[in-house]
């Protein structure tokens, strides 16, 4: 039987340890040898397997995996991914960075805003950017196309930024959620709500004299 995403979370040890189940989803994110995940009506679910067709966001997929605790809700790991349909559609949800770190959201499609503090590239191939809301700082993870860049659009520092991705939930030792981070498809997941005044005043009035215009 197909269970539900979520009902990986009441999964007992002793009746599911070395027994696989099968779960179906929407693809919400895909970097091939990274990470994989989809979403039901229940939730979203990462998927770890070692071999996975082409895919793309809104590819419909099944999974025949193993259940293993990592995070605040399990994943499936040791999966075989089998496509079954493509051109799903999914509307992220909305949420604070307080919503976020109660877990609800855990590896859902989500959509979420921040000011961006720092913009590095971590390890090769990802760009992280760091953002704030409120007291709540997070990390954002962006994948760098072959040309090395991140899309036409610059992120000054101190932007504010509109970001959509999938959300996934640190825990501590306890299991208590105490950190999220944000992985995003594309560049087109990030947009400029608002430009640091410096940017808006101390740059661009610059720039305009240094081309020689007169108003």
Not at 138 to 146: A, D, E, G, N, R
Not at 159 to 188: Q, Y
Request: aromatic share 6%; with cysteine.
């Amino acid at each position: 039987p197909i269970r539900l995403n979520r009902s990986l979370l009441s999964y007992s040890r002793d009746e599911e340890a070395g027994r696989r189940v099968r779960v179906r989803g929407v693809v919400t994110l895909h970097w091939p040898g990274q990470a994989l995940f989809v979403q039901d009506e229940s939730g979203g679910l990462q998927v770890q397997s070692d071999h996975t067709p082409s895919l793309k966001v809104g590819d419909v997929i099944e999974a025949v995996g193993f259940p293993a605790q990592g995070g605040y809700t399990p994943s499936l790991k040791n999966a075989i991914v089998r496509q079954v349909s493509t051109g799903a559609t999914l509307r992220p949800s909305v949420v604070t960075a307080e919503t976020a770190l109660s877990g609800s959201h855990d590896k859902d499609l989500v959509e979420t805003t921040g000011e961006l503090l720092a913009l590095n590239e971590e390890l090769p191939g990802r760009k992280t950017l760091v953002l704030q809301q409120g007291k709540t700082v997070f990390h954002t993870f962006l994948q760098t196309p072959s040309d090395g860049s991140i899309g036409s659009t610059t992120y000054p520092i101190g932007s504010r930024l509109a970001i959509t991705g999938v959300c996934s939930v640190g825990v501590d030792e306890n299991g208590k959620p105490v950190s999220f981070t944000v992985w995003m498809r594309s560049p087109t997941d990030v947009s400029v709500l608002q430009s640091p005044k410096w940017w808006t005043l101390g740059h661009v009035m610059p720039a305009v004299a240094g081309l020689g215009l007169v108003f």
